[in-house]
Every structure is written in structure tokens, then in C-alpha cells.
């Protein structure tokens, strides 16, 4: 266990603190012209002296110790040795720790390692903090169907800079990883299964947490994760093996991670999975020439828990010495967790299985991330007791958390307009296991998370509907097989006006090791539901979960379904709202839900095949017991208005190399209630040296229109964002046909034509 180390005296500095004076600003914006990543006190010239002066003291031993990562008790993810890690740290034999919390518990760890080891060189501290830190936000996968994002930048500057109030300067997040398969527990954590959407998610969630400057000490270091295609893991089953093309990994993998590179991001770090063989922590083609080489990422990389050691188990390594050579020679920088840099790469040098020179590149990433960070100008900048008290679940944070709450909820199903209920509603009866429970509304990897932050459904329509009286019964546990509580509950729901059925899956049904081979309600809840239904009362589901569920049973029997996944900290305030029409959803899903299970993987992005869909044709691609269609398509939610789409036009049928296809459509708010919708663009190649997609998801816009009024919503379309892996692997564009489509969601939509002149390779950017 860590020790515990009194605190005494004034800050001190690290040995090498360099003595200039910070630079203007001027100075800053012109080495950031050449260098755009490098938001840090101090421009390129003075890192690199710094670094050069600071690794010229350092011995080969020290310089492993920069690659070596740790964890501490905090929030532990895997297993830890039991010994004391600070010591190796004085030592020189680690460079930063993970899992360690609050600023007191960092600065006395700092402070110990500062003062007493040979350079006095100082730690970094990361932590997974995804989606919120002492605020909870709705997990990713429920933020992503707001479309919103500068919803993402607030959330994530708002977790950065509670983060960075405790103590911490790098959090591992985001993740990225595009995921098609609701049994992989771990696609709550993402922004679904579109790579267009999944890229503006990753840039504003790299801007959220870095700001322009990583010294700023209320931001931190981002992390982009799992390189690369984690979220393909075979059968949905985490940790398992992928099986993925080239060119699906350029064209659907990949770009999220790009467009977070291109956003500067701090770090980066390795997946679990293989890659046609090759374990990405030992992927050297992955993390040498096309993360470092052809992307010219200038951050380092970083495993994931354990990873190089589990290239043992992955059989492409015969021990561990073995299984550090190949990620140090793969591009690795730091080792999670593993203890293998720590203990045996001195020796793979000296037996020149590694040569010295990229533990020296991996060394200078570390360091100069370190400098970025401002922790060799103040290795204590984190670790304010005073801003931690000021900073820590502050009351804009909250109204920030219940805003994002409330835009990231998806109406699925509103027959007959149950949905707002009135405010003149005398009684609703609350029931299931989701409706007074704080802690599973934190939703999968809240880690810092509190269950007493969290305002329940229960209290949440108490304290903004006063005048309605709530027949409040839990009725049924998650998964438990027991009906003594539906009595109770069937009460409840008689002596109510309407129903609310708060229902779904526990925290931890979803995100790390939580797959799942039943993606439909449990059991228990499914009975309680159709006990509830014997009633005919207005019934409503709230349904609860972190990944598409199969409720086809349930979209066809209950009138009002409302998608609210876990919500966090605002969850019981934001779901009042919406149910009683404080705000009009506007969510719409970023995840295909499929009617059942043997559809999966089912996503709008498929391609066609020789025997396209024809009911008039038995041989062509069809189940035999079930349609083709998804139950709910990307892109669908619902609102208590209605909008209607008009007027398609393109101001040309043909463009070249060097136009730009201007597109514009009229949205009408046709109903009774302002709303907001999310106009979506995508476009077709109908003909290319490989097969396309039947669509694919080029622009969207969230816009606000008042009852009765009509907005023109205008895109543009450039060849490059045509672009593809072709033929010969190279990425451009292709002339030919194309349709476009304009919508509300992935189906229905207006159509138009064009066409692309010109073919051309382009720089692969987004």
C-alpha cells in the first residue's frame, strides 16, 4: 500500500525548474504556428533545451522510469502488486501513477517523489474520468444522441476542470472506438456506430479537456482510446479477438482517432484486441507508421491495463522480457500497469533486442508532455486544497449536468400523445427498480462518481411537480426472479392516473466486462410490465440502459416509450422535465436498435449485396421469421412536435475537383410546441472500385424552430468528403454518380443526384 506522508513546509521546486521567464504571447502563437499541438508554458526552442539538458543527467535506468506507469489503491481496475510504488518512484523507477485521488493524497506522493529523488523529476497522475468526475454526466453513448457538440466541450471541460481540482492532470478519455454489436458491454462508453459522427465527437471532447493550453491548471491531458477497432471484438464479448480488413479499418476505425490527433491530443492509448494477428500493443505498423510516421502524432502512447503482458496469453510472444522487446519496438512509450519496462527492458538493451534510442523517444514523448503540463515549472500546480474545495461539485456544473440530461434523451414511441403529461395530472404511480435509485443512474465508468450527488426520478418529480401526488413501489429487482413486490406495484399503478415504468439495466450490465448474449429487458421486469399493461392505464417506459436494447415486444404493446439511458447526477431532474414538457426532446439515436438479437450486428451503414431485399422474391438477402429493418434506425427520436421537410435543392447537378455542391432544405415546426430536430445529411456512391455503403452520414445540423415557423438549413459537400480507400488502397475520391438524402433520420428522408466529375487522392484528414 502507498504510505502516507505528512505534509510539511512550503511547495518546493523540482531541481530542474528552468528559471525563464514565461514568454508573451506573441512568442507562444508563433512556435504554435509550427508546432500547433504544443499548448504549454514555454515555446519549442526552450523544450527542447530543457529536455536535451534534463536526459543528458539521466541514466538508462532513469529513462525506463519514465516509461513505467503504475496504479495506486484508488478506483482499481485490475490487479495491483502489493508493495510500496513510491519508493521505486524516488528511485527514478516510475513516471507516473494512475488511480491516485484528491489533491492532498497527489501532492503528498508528489512532494515525496520531487524532494527525494536524484532529479527531482515529477509525476504525472491520471484517471478515468470519462463522463464527469465529482458532477456525472449521462455516459457517452446517451450524450452522443444530442447531437450537441458543444455539449460534449462543456461536459468535458467541466470534468477537466474538477479533475484537474483534485489533483490530476491526465484523464483516459475519450474513448472513441465505433462499436455495431449492443452485446459489447463497452459500447455506453462511445459515441455509437458512425465514424462521422464519432469524429466530431472525439474533436470536441479533445478541445473540452485540453482547452488551448495543457499548463492551464483547470485542464488536462486527454487520452484517445482503444487504438484501434476494440469496439469490433468478435461476438461482443469484451477483451476478445477482431477480425477487420484494411480497408474497413481506414474507413470506419480509424478516423476518429485521426481527427483526435489532428485536435492535438495529448496521449494515446493501445487496445486489447488484434489486428489481422498482431495484438495492437504489439502492432508496430499501428503505432510506428501510421500513428507516429504518417499522422506525425507528437504525444505518446500508452497501454492499456496490463496489455503488453497480455501478449503472452495473445501466443505472439513466449514471456514477458519477449512481450516488452516487441512493444518497445512497436512504439509503445509507457507501460500500464505491467511492470515489464520496469523489470526487464534494461536488459532487452543491453542484449540489443531494443535499441537505446527509442527508449530515449519514448523517454522525451513522457518528458515533454510532463514540460506541456507546466509540472517541471510547478510540480504541484494540481494540487490546490483551497481550488478543490471552490471547484468540486459547484452548482453550474450541476445545471450544466442537467441541461445535457435533458437533450440526451430519445422519444422512441408517443401514441396518442401521452407524452407531455399534463401539469394538471392529479397522480402517477413510479415504478421498478430504477425509480428511487441513485447509484445505477451513475451509469457504467462514472468512477468518480457519488450515488448522494445524484437527484433520483422520485425526488426529481417531487421537487418540480409539487401538485402530483407519486404512488411510488420499486416492484421488482433487476434481474432477481422474485414477485413479492408486485402487488404492491399493481396498487400503485390502479389508484394512478398514469404510469411510469422506470426500467432497464443495473450500472453495471453495461460498459467494461459487462457483455451480454440477452440484450432484451430481464425477465422479471419484462412480467412486472405485462402485469402493469392488464390495466389499460397511459403507461410510459423510462427506460434505462447503456446500449440498444431488443424491445420489440415492448415498442408494440406499451403507447409511450422514452429512451433515458443513464443520466447521472441530474437524471431524476431532467427526466421530470421532459415528462412533463419543461423541455421537448430532441435526442435522436446514434445506435441502431435491432427488433431481436439475430439481427446483430445491424447498423445503417451496411453494404448492398448481389441479391439485394426483395419481398417479391424469395432468394434474395431476408429472414425467414423477421424483417430486415432495424426497430428504431440511426438518427430516429421523436418530439412532442412534428416537423416536416421541403423544398431539396442543390445549386448544381455536377461538380469537380474544385467545387463545393451547396444543399439546402426547408425544416417546418408543423405542431403546437417549439422543438428542436436534427437535420441529417448523407450521400451515396452509387458506383466505386469497391463497394459503398447504401448511405453513410455527411453533415448534420441541430437546429431550434418556433411553433409554425420554417428554417432553411444549408450544407455543403466538398469531393474530399467523398473520399474512401480505393481500390489500390490509396484514399481519394472517385468520379461517378451519387445520391444524396436529406432527413430526420437514416430512413426517411427527401433525394436528390449529382454528380462528381473528377477522381483525385487526398490527404487523409477529417
Same mark, same amino acid.
Given at each position: @500500500?502507498?504510505?502516507?506522508?505528512?505534509?510539511?513546509?512550503?511547495?518546493?521546486?523540482?531541481?530542474?525548474?528552468?528559471?525563464?521567464?514565461?514568454?508573451?504571447?506573441?512568442?507562444?502563437?508563433?512556435?504554435?504556428?509550427?508546432?500547433?499541438?504544443?499548448?504549454? +508554458?514555454?515555446?519549442?526552442?526552450?523544450?527542447?533545451?530543457?529536455?536535451?539538458?534534463?536526459?543528458?543527467?539521466?541514466?538508462?535506468?532513469?529513462?525506463?522510469?519514465?516509461?513505467?506507469?503504475?496504479?495506486?489503491?484508488?478506483?482499481?481496475?485490475?490487479?495491483?502488486?502489493?508493495?510500496?510504488?513510491?519508493?521505486?518512484?524516488?528511485?527514478?523507477?516510475?513516471?507516473?501513477?494512475?488511480?491516485?485521488?484528491?489533491?492532498?493524497?497527489?501532492?503528498?506522493?508528489?512532494?515525496?517523489?520531487?524532494?527525494?529523488?536524484?532529479?527531482?523529476?515529477?509525476?504525472?497522475?491520471?484517471?478515468?474520468?470519462?463522463?464527469?468526475?465529482?458532477?456525472?454526466?449521462?455516459?457517452?453513448?446517451?450524450?452522443?444522441?444530442?447531437?450537441?457538440?458543444?455539449?460534449?466541450?462543456?461536459?468535458?471541460?467541466?470534468?477537466?476542470?474538477?479533475?484537474?481540482?483534485?489533483?490530476?492532470?491526465?484523464?483516459?478519455?475519450?474513448?472513441?472506438?465505433?462499436?455495431?454489436?449492443?452485446? +459489447?458491454?463497452?459500447?455506453?462508453?462511445?459515441?455509437?456506430?458512425?465514424?462521422?459522427?464519432?469524429?466530431?465527437?472525439?474533436?470536441?471532447?479533445?478541445?473540452?479537456?485540453?482547452?488551448?493550453?495543457?499548463?492551464?491548471?483547470?485542464?488536462?491531458?486527454?487520452?484517445?482510446?482503444?487504438?484501434?477497432?476494440?469496439?469490433?471484438?468478435?461476438?461482443?464479448?469484451?477483451y476478445n479477438t477482431t477480425d477487420v480488413p484494411e480497408r474497413a479499418l481506414r474507413d470506419m476505425y480509424l478516423p476518429p482517432f485521426k481527427a483526435a490527433v489532428d485536435a492535438g491530443v495529448a496521449t494515446l492509448m493501445t487496445a486489447f484486441n488484434e489486428i489481422d494477428g498482431v495484438p495492437a500493443t504489439g502492432d508496430k505498423r499501428l503505432l510506428t507508421d501510421i500513428l507516429k510516421n504518417e499522422w506525425a502524432f507528437d504525444g505518446f502512447v500508452v497501454t492499456d491495463y496490463t496489455s503488453i503482458y497480455e501478449m503472452t496469453h495473445h501466443g505472439n510472444v513466449a514471456d514477458k522480457k519477449e512481450a516488452g522487446e516487441v512493444a518497445m519496438n512497436a512504439g509503445v512509450d509507457m507501460d500500464m500497469q505491467s511492470d515489464i519496462y520496469k523489470n526487464y527492458l534494461l536488459e532487452s538493451v543491453k542484449e540489443g533486442?531494443?535499441?537505446?534510442?527509442?527508449?530515449?523517444?519514448?523517454?522525451?514523448?513522457?518528458?515533454?508532455?510532463?514540460?506541456?503540463?507546466?509540472?517541471?515549472?510547478?510540480?504541484?500546480?494540481?494540487?490546490?486544497?483551497?481550488?478543490?474545495?471552490?471547484?468540486?461539485?459547484?452548482?453550474?456544473?450541476?445545471?450544466?449536468?442537467?441541461?445535457?440530461?435533458?437533450?440526451?434523451?430519445?422519444?422512441?414511441?408517443?401514441?396518442?400523445?401521452?407524452?407531455?403529461?399534463?401539469?394538471?395530472?392529479?397522480?402517477?404511480?413510479?415504478?421498478?427498480?430504477?425509480?428511487?435509485?441513485?447509484?445505477?443512474?451513475?451509469?457504467?465508468?462514472?468512477?468518480?462518481?457519488?450515488?448522494?450527488?445524484?437527484?433520483?426520478?422520485?425526488?426529481?418529480?417531487?421537487?418540480?411537480?409539487?401538485?402530483?401526488?407519486?404512488?411510488?413501489?420499486?416492484?421488482?429487482?433487476?434481474? &432477481? @426472479?422474485?414477485?413479492?413486490?408486485?402487488?404492491?406495484?399493481?396498487?400503485?399503478?390502479?389508484?394512478?392516473?398514469?404510469?411510469?415504468?422506470?426500467?432497464?439495466?443495473?450500472?453495471?450490465?453495461?460498459?467494461?466486462?459487462?457483455?451480454?448474449?440477452?440484450?432484451?429487458?430481464?425477465?422479471?421486469?419484462?412480467?412486472?410490465?405485462?402485469?402493469?399493461? &392488464?390495466?389499460?392505464?397511459?403507461?410510459?417506459?423510462?427506460?434505462?440502459?447503456?446500449?440498444?436494447?431488443?424491445?420489440?415486444?415492448?415498442?408494440?404493446?406499451?403507447?409511450?416509450?422514452?429512451?433515458? +439511458?443513464?443520466?447521472?447526477?441530474?437524471?431524476?431532474?431532467?427526466?421530470?422535465?421532459?415528462?412533463?414538457?419543461?423541455?421537448?426532446?430532441?435526442?435522436?439515436?446514434?445506435?441502431?436498435?435491432?427488433?431481436?438479437?439475430?439481427?446483430?450486428?445491424?447498423?445503417?451503414?451496411?453494404?448492398?449485396?448481389?441479391?439485394?431485399?426483395?419481398?417479391?422474391?424469395?432468394?434474395?438477402?431476408?429472414?425467414?421469421?423477421?424483417?430486415?429493418?432495424?426497430?428504431?434506425?440511426?438518427?430516429?427520436?421523436?418530439?412532442?412536435?412534428?416537423?416536416?421537410?421541403?423544398?431539396?435543392?442543390?445549386?448544381?447537378?455536377?461538380?469537380?475537383?474544385?467545387?463545393?455542391?451547396?444543399?439546402?432544405?426547408?425544416?417546418?415546426?408543423?405542431?403546437? @410546441?417549439?422543438?428542436?430536430?436534427?437535420?441529417?445529411?448523407?450521400?451515396?456512391?452509387?458506383?466505386?472500385?469497391?463497394?459503398?455503403?447504401?448511405?453513410?452520414?455527411?453533415?448534420?445540423?441541430?437546429?431550434?424552430?418556433?411553433?409554425?415557423?420554417?428554417?432553411?438549413?444549408?450544407?455543403?459537400?466538398?469531393?474530399?468528403?467523398?473520399?474512401?480507400?480505393?481500390?489500390?488502397?490509396? +484514399?481519394?475520391?472517385?468520379?461517378?454518380?451519387?445520391?444524396?438524402?436529406?432527413?430526420?433520420?437514416?430512413?426517411?428522408?427527401?433525394?436528390?443526384?449529382?454528380?462528381?466529375?473528377?477522381?483525385?487522392?487526398?490527404?487523409?484528414?477529417?
Open positions: @500500500m502507498l504510505l502516507a506522508f505528512a505534509v510539511s513546509g512550503a511547495c518546493v521546486s523540482c531541481s530542474f525548474i528552468s528559471t525563464a521567464q514565461k514568454p508573451s504571447n506573441e512568442t507562444i502563437q508563433e512556435q504554435t504556428a509550427n508546432n500547433k499541438k504544443l499548448n504549454a +508554458w514555454g515555446n519549442q526552442k526552450e523544450m527542447d533545451a530543457f529536455i536535451n539538458d534534463l536526459m543528458s543527467k539521466m541514466t538508462l535506468e532513469e529513462k525506463i522510469g519514465q516509461t513505467v506507469l503504475v496504479a495506486s489503491y484508488w478506483n482499481v481496475t485490475g490487479p495491483v502488486s502489493e508493495y510500496d510504488y513510491v519508493d521505486d518512484a524516488k528511485e527514478g523507477k516510475i513516471g507516473a501513477f494512475l488511480n491516485a485521488r484528491t489533491s492532498d493524497f497527489i501532492y503528498r506522493i508528489q512532494k515525496a517523489v520531487v524532494e527525494n529523488s536524484r532529479l527531482g523529476i515529477p509525476m504525472m497522475f491520471g484517471f478515468d474520468a470519462i463522463h464527469g468526475y465529482s458532477t456525472t454526466f449521462p455516459t457517452p453513448l446517451a450524450m452522443s444522441t444530442s447531437w450537441d457538440m458543444e455539449a460534449f466541450k462543456t461536459m468535458a471541460k467541466i470534468t477537466a476542470k474538477e479533475a484537474a481540482a483534485d489533483g490530476l492532470s491526465w484523464t483516459y478519455a475519450p474513448m472513441v472506438d465505433i462499436a455495431r454489436d449492443p452485446r +459489447w458491454g463497452r459500447i455506453a462508453e462511445g459515441a455509437g456506430e458512425d465514424p462521422y459522427l464519432g469524429i466530431q465527437v472525439a474533436k470536441a471532447q479533445v478541445e473540452g479537456f485540453q482547452g488551448d493550453d495543457l499548463s492551464d491548471p483547470f485542464t488536462v491531458a486527454a487520452c484517445v482510446k482503444h487504438f484501434a477497432a476494440y469496439g469490433a471484438a468478435q461476438a461482443g464479448r469484451d533486442k531494443v535499441n537505446e534510442s527509442l527508449v530515449d523517444e519514448a523517454c522525451r514523448r513522457i518528458l515533454e508532455m510532463k514540460y506541456r503540463l507546466g509540472l517541471f515549472e510547478d510540480p504541484y500546480r494540481y494540487c490546490d486544497m483551497e481550488r478543490t474545495k471552490e471547484v468540486l461539485k459547484h452548482p453550474s456544473h450541476f445545471e450544466a449536468a442537467r441541461d445535457i440530461a435533458q437533450k440526451s434523451m430519445v422519444l422512441l414511441k408517443n401514441e396518442n400523445d401521452i407524452l407531455p403529461l399534463s401539469k394538471n395530472t392529479k397522480s402517477v404511480a413510479l415504478i421498478g427498480p430504477l425509480a428511487d435509485n441513485q447509484y445505477d443512474q451513475l451509469g457504467a465508468w462514472h468512477t468518480a462518481g457519488t450515488p448522494e450527488t445524484v437527484t433520483t426520478i422520485l425526488k426529481g418529480i417531487e421537487q418540480n411537480q409539487p401538485n402530483v401526488k407519486v404512488n411510488f413501489s420499486q416492484g421488482c429487482d433487476f434481474e &432477481k @426472479m422474485d414477485k413479492s413486490g408486485f402487488k404492491e406495484a399493481i396498487e400503485a399503478a390502479k389508484k394512478s392516473d398514469v404510469v411510469l415504468l422506470a426500467m432497464g439495466e443495473r450500472q453495471d450490465m453495461s460498459g467494461e466486462a459487462a457483455s451480454r448474449v440477452s440484450i432484451e429487458l430481464p425477465a422479471i421486469q419484462k412480467e412486472l410490465i405485462k402485469e402493469v399493461m &392488464k390495466l389499460n392505464k397511459p403507461t410510459v417506459l423510462l427506460l434505462h440502459n447503456g446500449r440498444p436494447l431488443a424491445i420489440e415486444w415492448e415498442a408494440e404493446n406499451i403507447p409511450a416509450i422514452l429512451e433515458v +439511458w443513464h443520466l447521472g447526477s441530474e437524471a431524476g431532474n431532467a427526466i421530470a422535465d421532459v415528462v412533463f414538457g419543461d423541455y421537448n426532446p430532441s435526442g435522436k439515436l446514434t445506435t441502431t436498435f435491432p427488433r431481436s438479437l439475430g439481427q446483430v450486428p445491424i447498423f445503417y451503414n451496411t453494404k448492398n449485396t448481389g441479391r439485394p431485399f426483395n419481398p417479391e422474391d424469395h432468394f434474395t438477402t431476408r429472414y425467414q421469421d423477421s424483417s430486415n429493418d432495424p426497430l428504431f434506425p440511426f438518427g430516429f427520436g421523436l418530439s412532442y412536435t412534428t416537423f416536416e421537410y421541403s423544398d431539396l435543392k442543390i445549386d448544381k447537378t455536377e461538380i469537380g475537383a474544385d467545387d463545393v455542391l451547396n444543399i439546402s432544405v426547408n425544416v417546418s415546426n408543423t405542431g403546437k @410546441m417549439d422543438g428542436e430536430e436534427v437535420v441529417q445529411l448523407y450521400v451515396r456512391d452509387l458506383v466505386g472500385s469497391v463497394t459503398r455503403p447504401i448511405k453513410e452520414l455527411k453533415g448534420f445540423e441541430k437546429i431550434a424552430i418556433e411553433s409554425g415557423k420554417t428554417k432553411t438549413v444549408n450544407f455543403q459537400i466538398k469531393p474530399s468528403d467523398l473520399a474512401f480507400t480505393r481500390l489500390d488502397y490509396s +484514399w481519394g475520391y472517385e468520379a461517378g454518380d451519387f445520391q444524396l438524402f436529406v432527413g430526420t433520420n437514416s430512413q426517411e428522408v427527401l433525394e436528390t443526384s449529382f454528380k462528381l466529375t473528377d477522381s483525385n487522392e487526398v490527404p487523409y484528414n477529417f
